[in-house]
């Protein structure tokens, strides 16, 4: 199905190759996983396999690659779409219409089928996904898990022999990422050939047939499964690993969450009675919460369950409709505090607010306009720099980056300004076992300065190793909140994932 021979790719304008002597041979009916360190060069390989690359991003291409027969750089990305389904990691990039339906069917529509066979296949496709509810919905109106459910329902209407899919489960609930999984192997057993990227491997150990490894544009490992339940080895290459999650971060020493004090009386956010209203007739109703000094929030749902319109509201992103939402410490003595020291927002489309030339620039943004000093902002920058291990790319266009990277940069622009209260949504996307690491380590040095923070994610193990208290969330409210450690011990092992599975679904 894929036949890759000496591939070697410089982006425009770089001379650092991107894909560097990569040989690889997929064969029809195989479920690669390609993994490896977040900008290892994963999925500047996987728009090689569709054209993208060369076709539209230009660069410099040298080798040959091959998918069912047809080498692409004779091919188009349109006539390449017949052969393979490609689902990026931002939905976003890829929708050409408004309504899900019509996203799904846009596929369909230009193979020149009948309407009775694209009707039909929208609404398997929208099934497979759990999507059918949704089918007359606005693709932006809705969560970034479900943008992403779109997505690759599109791709499931085209029923490729070849299916792409780069980190599809970043944005996912575990039951969608579950579900997701189920769909893939029924595609493995029709004979369908897949090729997963992705950091997370708890849902993907069963399926795969060969593991490959990257690591600065090069492959660096290949070989079975067996790698997935090689502890050592994981850890090596990055490779996220929830197994027995407890054992491991004991033995490993990382971050733990009974190891986490804060000032307990001292009050940042008190949240009464939020009820905010969307046209589409969503409702986040009389939502009430406290968040102190120093402590670490998480806020865990099914996808669609308001996690990220509690945030947007907390923000001022939207106004409540009824509600009041109280940030301390208050402004005294006429000495007004800005919002910006009070509080940030990382989004989950890190796109939408990164907007400067360079990764330092992105970092040293509007602290001068916050009081600090020249000497001071470039020793923050530096700092955060370092510690996110964004020093290398220092100098890169944050737009150039990998998803990971770009996550990485965004967090850390909010960092180097230290509010009260730091609101991050799904900042693990994209994110390996290392750099995640050190995500949390960072969190941890900033909770000990009095920074408090609100967690939003999927990740539970990231959540686990962060968090005082988790609340779940569901339909709009909170349904249910308990102390991480309760939560901590019944996630113990893998087996546990069912058991959190239970409590997120009330």
Known sequence: MINIEGLEYSYPHTSKPALNSVDLHVDKGEFVLVTGKSGCGKSTLACTLNGIIPHILGGNMEGKVVVNGKNTENFTV???????????????????????????????????????????????????????????????????????????AANLSLNPELLVLDEPTSNLDLQGAMELFQILGRLKNKGKTIVLIDHRTQHVRELVDRVIVMDKGRIIHEGGKKLLHDHEAMKKYSIRNPTHLTTRMKESNVYNT??????????????????????????????????????????????????????????????PDKGTVSFFPEDQGGNKISMAHKLGMVLQNPDHQLFMNTVHSELSFGLSELGFSPGEIESRVETIQESMNLSKLRNRHPHSLSSGEKQRTLISAFMTRQPHLLILDEPTTGMDSYHMNQLVGEIMKLQKYGVSFILISHDIEFLLKTTHKLIFMENGKIIDEKLTEECYNLYGDFKGLESFQSLVNG
Do not use: C
């Open 258 to 319: 009974s190891n986490i004090i804060y000032n307990a009386s001292e009050m940042i956010l008190e949240v009464d009675n939020l009820s905010y209203h969307y046209s589409s007739g969503f409702t986040l109703e009389d939502v009430s919460l406290t968040l102190k000094k120093g402590e670490v929030l998480g806020i865990v749902g099914n996808n669609g369950s308001g996690k990220t319109t509690l945030a947007k509201v907390l923000v001022g992103l939207l106004k």
């Open 78 to 152: 349109f006539q390449m779409a017949q052969e393979i389904g490609f689902i990026f990691q931002n939905p976003e990039s890829q929708f050409f219409n408004l309504q899900v339906e019509d996203e799904v069917a846009f596929g369909p529509e230009n193979l020149g089928l009948d309407p009775e066979e694209i009707d039909k296949r929208v609404s398997k496709a929208l099934n497979d996904v759990k999507m059918t509810f949704w089918r007359k919905h606005n693709v932006f109106n809705l969560s970034e898990g479900q943008k992403q459910r779109v997505a690759i």
